[in-house]
């Protein structure tokens, strides 16, 4: 099995510079990311999707696809794992089989009905699964993970954050789950956005969907359903210019249902809602093509109506082939009755949950947070506020929305800071008092002693493509940046990603207002095309108290990145698996690490190499 390699970094030499020369350093960072260029010492090139295991071994693999499958063809399947959080608590022990109580010695209670739990303090993590929810894993036992219970909330990203809250009055400990929402309503299992078919009597029925990302709040905009065949531009409303005025434009995605030369991209969703606000529609709903599933990851870049993808039922195909015939069929585009709480205003937001008890979670409520909605999200590690990454593309004057939970069962959004760009991800110092942000083409330190009211203390200019983490080193003396590779990745056309993508540079920020750098940086020594599978840096983070970083790398798998000395990062472990598309990689306790992974779902790998893991 080919070894990945212990050095793989493109470096500078340590300088200070108060200005980065972006052209320069973006091409460093290009070339980097093109050749796979390692430093002296550096072993062979390994190529994309290669199995192999540096200095870790695999322990556990838990695929959400097979435990919840959301597809009759597997290649369908939602993506199995996203982000991975942990928390500690005490818990009632529990046969997470079977769920029965059981004593010290994993014996059942006698008399399951009356007994009293037997607490104990327990180690957890919780991955994401889109589509599917929080997967609680116990790993006070890491060697020996078990599944405990599946947080269902049906919404893509399902981003993970986690809090432990203090009840004021009775002084007991809550643990929060936060699960990030794009667009429409949160976890809309319990309620979700759609439209309200009110009339003619025989057709009326409440038609689900998925809201298109940075498209107008759902505010019961109502009138009559106009078809306008796929509604890819100007000329398709034509025809319908008397009557699309105050009323709601209704499409097909692909093909028209009545000219077949009418035909139109799927990717082309900022075109047809334009199109349709600008002929004078008041909303916007279209009807996947056969077999399809409402797109979730669609986004309008800012539109003033709202745009749904309607579920292809047969009562929302019997309502489209009615409105072609000439009904006359009114609708409301609405919210469907809710069974959870529904919070907030605007599109997106975050489903929360009780999990204080992980294996009889509860729903709390859901929080729509608006303002371009929840692409990732954080709570602050001491105080009882979250800040939200709404990744807006692109964001222009853009904000970080600030959710207050002082009310923990009543949170209220606040209006954050400005920022250049859509805020991607958000990161914490370990004690709280600095936020880090990414914000499409910079990076931005801010100080959150007062998380209310965030002061920017220094704005970074990006080098490279799309600005999409800050990874601060727990000392506060270094933060590690990542780029997505949109283009070169594979994001934007499949299979057309290379290997490694762009990687990871490094900031001297002992001076927070002027951080200097690009000192060095890393990527794998992993090269070439990567096929169905996106290859680029994407979540990770340092080991408390270290110089560790870890991170998910996509179709490279899991990495380990020693940034002791900024200049020259050494790869200390990695892991690619069979299939591996990883999207995150963090540590907890002791010599492990915890993936995220988008196929496999969640993985658990072990330290092997000489002496304790550099990061315990």
Same mark, same amino acid.
């Given at each position: 099995?080919?070894?990945?390699?212990?050095?793989?970094?493109?470096?500078?030499?340590?300088?200070?510079?108060?200005?980065?020369?972006?052209?320069?350093?973006?091409?460093?960072?290009?070339?980097?990311?093109?050749?796979?260029?390692?430093?002296?010492?550096?072993?062979?090139?390994?190529?994309?999707?290669?199995?192999?295991?540096?200095?870790?071994?695999?322990?556990?693999?838990?695929?959400?696809?097979?435990?919840?499958?959301?597809?009759?063809?597997?290649?369908?399947?939602?993506?199995?794992?996203?982000?991975?959080?942990?928390?500690?608590?005490?818990?009632?022990?529990?046969?997470?089989?079977?769920?029965?109580?059981?004593?010290?010695?994993?014996?059942?209670?006698?008399?399951?009905?009356?007994?009293?739990?037997?607490?104990?303090?327990?180690? +957890?993590?919780?991955?994401?699964?889109? #589509?599917?929810? =929080?997967? $609680?894993?116990? %790993?006070?036992? &890491? !060697?020996?993970?078990?599944?405990?219970?599946?947080?269902?909330?049906?919404?893509?990203?399902?981003?993970?954050?986690?809090?432990?809250?203090?009840?004021?009055?009775?002084?007991?400990?809550?643990?929060?789950?936060?699960?990030?929402?794009?667009?429409?309503?949160?976890?809309?299992?319990?309620?979700?956005?759609?439209?309200?078919?009110?009339?003619?009597?025989?057709?009326?029925?409440?038609?689900?969907?998925?809201?298109?990302?940075?498209?107008?709040?759902?505010?019961?905009?109502?009138?009559?359903?106009?078809?306008?065949?796929?509604?890819?531009?100007?000329?398709?409303?034509?025809?319908?210019?008397?009557?699309?005025?105050?009323?709601?434009?209704?499409?097909?995605?692909?093909?028209?249902?009545?000219?077949?030369?009418?035909?139109?991209?799927?990717?082309?969703? +900022?075109?047809?809602?334009?199109?349709? #606000?600008?002929? =004078?529609? $008041?909303?916007? %709903?279209?009807? &996947? !093509?056969?077999?399809?599933?409402?797109?979730?990851?669609?986004?309008?870049?800012?539109?003033?109506?709202?745009?749904?993808?309607?579920?292809?039922?047969?009562?929302?195909?019997?309502?489209?082939?009615?409105?072609?015939?000439?009904?006359?069929?009114?609708?409301?585009?609405?919210?469907?009755?809710?069974?959870?709480?529904?919070?907030?205003?605007?599109?997106?937001?975050?489903?929360?949950?009780?999990?204080?008890?992980?294996?009889?979670?509860?729903?709390?409520?859901?929080?729509?947070?608006?303002?371009?909605?929840?692409?990732?999200?954080?709570?602050?590690?001491?105080?009882?506020?979250?800040?939200?990454?709404?990744?807006?593309?692109?964001?222009?004057?853009?904000?970080?929305?600030?959710?207050?939970?002082?009310?923990?069962?009543?949170?209220?959004?606040?209006?954050?800071?400005?920022?250049?760009?859509?805020?991607?991800?958000?990161?914490?110092?370990?004690?709280?008092?600095? !936020?880090?942000?990414?914000?499409?083409?910079?990076?931005?330190?801010?100080?959150?002693?007062?998380?209310?009211?965030?002061?920017?203390?220094?704005?970074?200019?990006?080098?490279?493509?799309?600005?999409?983490?800050?990874?601060?080193?727990?000392?506060?003396?270094?933060?590690?940046?990542?780029?997505?590779?949109?283009?070169?990745?594979?994001?934007?056309?499949?299979?057309?990603?290379?290997?490694?993508?762009?990687?990871?540079?490094?900031?001297?920020?002992?001076?927070?207002?002027?951080?200097?750098?690009?000192?060095?940086?890393?990527?794998?020594?992993?090269?070439?095309?990567?096929?169905?599978?996106?290859?680029?840096?994407?979540?990770?983070?340092?080991?408390?108290?270290?110089?560790?970083?870890?991170?998910?790398?996509?179709?490279?798998?899991?990495?380990?990145?020693?940034?002791?000395?900024?200049?020259?990062?050494?790869?200390?472990?990695?892991?690619?698996?069979?299939?591996?598309?990883?999207?995150?990689?963090?540590?907890?306790?002791?010599?492990?690490?915890?993936?995220?992974?988008?196929?496999?779902?969640?993985?658990?790998?072990?330290?092997?190499?000489?002496?304790?893991?550099?990061?315990?």
């Amino acid at each position: 099995m080919l070894n990945l390699g212990r050095v793989e970094a493109t470096t500078m030499s340590m300088r200070s510079r108060k200005q980065i020369t972006a052209t320069a350093g973006a091409a460093a960072l290009v070339l980097a990311s093109l050749t796979g260029a390692a430093a002296a010492g550096a072993q062979s090139q390994a190529a994309p999707g290669e199995e192999a295991l540096f200095n870790l071994e695999h322990v556990y693999n838990f695929n959400p696809r097979e435990h919840d499958p959301r597809a009759e063809d597997p290649a369908d399947e939602p993506y199995a794992g996203s982000d991975v959080e942990f928390f500690t608590h005490r818990v009632p022990l529990r046969d997470y089989d079977t769920g029965k109580l059981v004593n010290r010695a994993g014996e059942p209670l006698p008399n399951q009905a009356q007994a009293k739990p037997v607490m104990a303090k327990r180690d +957890f993590a919780v991955m994401g699964s889109y #589509q599917r929810g =929080g997967y $609680v894993f116990d %790993i006070t036992d &890491p !060697a020996n993970p078990e599944f405990v219970s599946q947080v269902t909330c049906r919404q893509d990203r399902n981003d993970v954050g986690i809090k432990k809250f203090t009840d004021p009055d009775t002084g007991k400990k809550r643990v929060v789950l936060a699960l990030s929402q794009q667009s429409g309503n949160p976890c809309p299992n319990y309620g979700g956005v759609g439209l309200n078919i009110d009339a003619p009597a025989e057709l009326s029925a409440f038609l689900d969907g998925v809201q298109w990302g940075a498209s107008g709040d759902v505010a019961d905009q109502s009138g009559e359903l106009v078809y306008a065949g796929t509604g890819c531009s100007a000329a398709s409303y034509a025809p319908v210019a008397d009557r699309i005025q105050g009323n709601i434009a209704l499409v097909d995605a692909s093909q028209s249902a009545t000219n077949p030369a009418d035909t139109c991209p799927t990717y082309t969703f +900022f075109q047809k809602v334009r199109t349709a #606000q600008e002929a =004078g529609a $008041v909303g916007f %709903i279209q009807v &996947p !093509a056969p077999e399809a599933q409402p797109n979730g990851n669609a986004t309008t870049f800012a539109t003033d109506i709202p745009a749904i993808e309607l579920f292809r039922t047969e009562h929302a195909v019997d309502v489209r082939d009615a409105v072609i015939d000439g009904t006359a069929v009114n609708a409301t585009v609405s919210t469907a009755p809710s069974q959870v709480p529904l919070r907030g205003e605007g599109s997106g937001g975050i489903g929360v949950f009780d999990i204080s008890d992980p294996y009889q979670w509860s729903p709390m409520y859901r929080l729509r947070t608006g303002l371009g909605g929840v692409h990732n999200f954080i709570f602050h590690p001491n105080e009882p506020y979250g800040y939200v990454g709404n990744g807006a593309l692109p964001g222009g004057i853009d904000e970080i929305p600030i959710v207050d939970f002082t009310e923990l069962d009543d949170p209220k959004v606040l209006r954050g800071p400005d920022t250049e760009g859509g805020v991607h991800d958000i990161e914490f110092s370990p004690d709280g008092t600095r !936020a880090y942000a990414a914000s499409e083409n910079n990076y931005r330190i801010y100080d959150s002693s007062q998380p209310w009211r965030p002061e920017l203390l220094s704005r970074t200019p990006n080098v490279g493509s799309y600005a999409h983490g800050v990874f601060p080193r727990p000392d506060k003396k270094l933060m590690v940046t990542n780029n997505e590779s949109l283009v070169i990745g594979g994001f934007l056309v499949d299979g057309t990603g290379v290997c490694p993508g762009e990687g990871l540079a490094s900031y001297d920020t002992t001076d927070e207002s002027s951080p200097e750098g690009p000192l060095g940086y890393y990527v794998p020594d992993v090269t070439g095309p990567s096929g169905d599978r996106p290859c680029t840096s994407h979540f990770g983070r340092f080991a408390p108290g270290t110089k560790i970083l870890s991170m998910g790398w996509y179709i490279a798998g899991t990495r380990i990145v020693d940034w002791s000395d900024p200049a020259n990062p050494i790869e200390v472990a990695g892991a690619v698996m069979p299939d591996a598309n990883t999207w995150a990689a963090k540590f907890h306790k002791g010599p492990y690490v915890y993936a995220g992974d988008i196929g496999r779902g969640f993985d658990v790998f072990r330290w092997t190499g000489d002496g304790p893991a550099p990061w315990e």
